[in-house]
């Protein structure tokens, strides 16, 4: 397996230089949880060619491969952070404290524990009652969408750690610069 090389790049500011690739990899994570959204939004554009014993699980089943992918990009944010700070100085690790915060504030789970029913009570009782008064397929649908939000409220939160840093980090004309 390759291992990942981090932020880092040889021009310029280091720390310039993490904050502008990890931002970028924060807006693909929440492209991702997008994608999920939006092929849902699609299905109806799908139900007169299939029946719903078949959309309803597809939907669920598109859910769930958004969460998954968002979680694993989520948490090889962390690695290739992690890979970059061991390279700076210790000043310039601490002006990345927010957001090693959020990756210590969300530790690395296994999806086991995300799409397991019984650690997961609340979102179950959720998906069975929204299940019960639309349509039973509805039920895992429901329970992936639950698994869906936790994905995008974990980018939501790092990217505003992102922002926070990149506020102090790099000049307003640099940053003008950078988003055209």
């Known amino acids: 397996m390759a ?3 981090g932020y880092l790049d040889q021009s310029g500011n280091q720390v310039v230089a993490i904050v502008k690739n990890l931002d970028r990899d924060v807006e693909r994570g929440e492209d991702t949880v997008m994608l999920g959204y939006g092929l849902v ?5 799908f139900a007169p060619l299939l029946p719903p014993s078949i959309l309803l699980p597809l939907m669920a089943i598109t859910f769930a491969v958004s969460a998954i992918t ?9 690695r290739k ?5 061991d390279e700076l100085e210790s000043r310039d690790k601490h002006t990345f ?7 210590d504030e969300h530790p ?3 999806l086991a524990v995300a799409f397991n029913p019984l650690k997961n009570l609340q ?3 959720k998906s069975i009652l929204g299940g019960l008064m639309i349509n039973p397929f509805w039920g895992p649908i429901f329970y992936m969408l639950g698994v869906q939000f936790v994905e995008d409220k974990q980018l939501v939160v790092l990217n505003k750690a992102v922002i926070e840093v990149e506020d102090k980090v790099m000049p307003i004309v640099l940053r ?3 988003t055209e």
């Open 70 to 78: 968002a979680r694993l990009h989520f948490y090889k944010m962390a």
């Open 81 to 85: 952070l992690s890979v970059s700070l």
């Open 3 to 5: 291992q990942d090389k």
């Open 176 to 178: 003008d610069d950078w």
């Open 108 to 110: 690395q789970q296994t």
């Open 97 to 103: 404290k927010p957001i090693t915060d959020v990756f």
């Open 41 to 45: 939004l699609l299905a109806p554009a």
């Open 123 to 125: 979102r179950t009782g």
